[in-house]
């Protein structure tokens, strides 16, 4: 089984039905806690500010964007939401070699607990240096 560790933004493309072509369809999709929880606030927070991750939600016609939403709210049994639980017993190891703040720590201790590629919709320099030094492979991917 192939895991591929997706952030908030590919996340979003996912529940949206916008399968990011660099992602293999029999990879199996995990994310973590913090990106799911950015998803959620950026698309179901009572806000007005409209911003990347929002938007594309905001976008779709009614129909669409109601069962996007729903699959926000309840993550499909084929998403693997990993957690903190399963996580925190090697983050301290790993936050003794690697100086990050809390969403990339879980990110680098996710890919390694799951043996994952990181699938990043934008570059993130030290979480990218990290999973290396890990042994973790990361994919970047663009817009479609």
Known sequence: MTVALVDDYTLGRVLRGDLPRELDPEETIYTTGCWYLRLCQ???????????????????????????????????????????????????????????????????????????????STASPMLEAALAAEGQPVRLIGDS
């Open 42 to 120: 950026a698309v179901l927070g009572r806000h007005q500010v409209v911003g990347q991750l929002s938007r594309p939600f905001r976008d779709l016609p009614d129909e669409l964007r109601d069962r996007a939403l729903g699959l926000v709210v309840e993550l499909p049994v084929t998403i693997g939401l990993i957690s903190l639980r399963d996580l925190a017993p090697c983050i301290p190891r790993l936050r003794h070699d690697h100086l990050l703040n809390l969403l990339s720590i879980e990110a680098l201790a996710a890919a390694t607990t799951l043996d994952a590629t990181v699938v990043l």
